[in-house]
């Protein structure tokens, strides 16, 4: 399966709305958003496409199904610039394929 | 607290070994899925291979088949990668994570750098 995920690179403001999307080669059931910042642990924000991870703020939000998912952030905050990966997983065939990032700058 | 520390990465010539170990606490590490991803400098995440809790089943990708072994000691609540004919394009930060609930991976350790090069 191969995850194709856009934009690649992303520049927004403080308070602004943000949209990232990731597209599946076909139908998938878990669909997974990290968070990765330069020498920090990635850290998931959304799994199963849309339920919030504990500790995450509400400002983060996932939807869609089948091939076509978003994470929506409703208001940048200075610490949400990083890189987001979105991530299928199916763990009967063994395969957890990652969305090649969107790096969301200032 | 639930952790994983990673350890072990350094400069190695290519064609060469290096053992990685990720050190788990605050959670029950037997009764969980473990894997390995790495994120070449400036490309994305990679999976790179699982095992299981009592490390009865493993699993790698394509690209380090046959070159990389993953295990677990669970006494020791501790993870690991063999690898073995490092390649250039084997470096990266290696990062630990446990598979949780809905296959997310949560937490991942910090990651650990591996540069192959002469």
């Known amino acids: 399966i191969q995850m194709t995920q856009s934009p690649s690179s992303l520049s927004a403001s403080v308070g602004d709305r943000v949209t990232i999307t990731c597209r599946a080669s076909q139908t998938i059931i878990y669909l997974n958003w990290y968070q990765v910042k330069p020498g920090k642990a990635p850290k998931v924000l959304i799994y199963a496409a849309s339920t919030l991870q504990s500790g995450v703020p509400s400002r983060f939000s996932g939807s869609g199904s089948g091939t076509d998912f978003t994470l929506t952030i409703s208001s940048l905050q200075p610490e949400d610039f990083a890189t987001y990966f979105c991530q299928q997983s199916n763990s009967t065939l063994s395969e957890y394929t990652f969305g090649q990032g969107t790096k969301l700058e200032i | 607290e639930v952790q994983l520390v990673e350890s072990g990465g350094g400069l190695v010539q290519p064609g060469g070994s290096l053992r990685l170990s990720c050190a788990a606490s605050?959670?029950?590490?037997?009764?969980?899925?473990m894997h390995w991803v790495r994120q070449a400098p400036g490309k994305g995440l990679v999976w790179v291979s699982r095992?299981?809790?009592?490390?009865?089943?493993?699993n790698y990708s394509d690209s380090v088949k046959g070159r990389f072994t993953i295990s677990r000691d669970n006494a020791k609540n501790t993870l690991y990668l063999q690898m073995h004919s490092l390649r250039g394009d084997d470096t990266a930060v290696y990062y630990c994570?446990?598979?949780?609930?809905?296959?997310?991976?949560?937490?991942w350790g910090q990651g650990t750098l591996v540069t192959v090069s002469s």
């Open positions: 994570a446990r598979q949780s609930v809905r296959y997310r991976f949560d937490p």
């Open positions: 605050g959670f029950t590490f037997s009764g969980s899925w």
């Open positions: 095992i299981n809790g009592d490390g009865s089943t493993t």
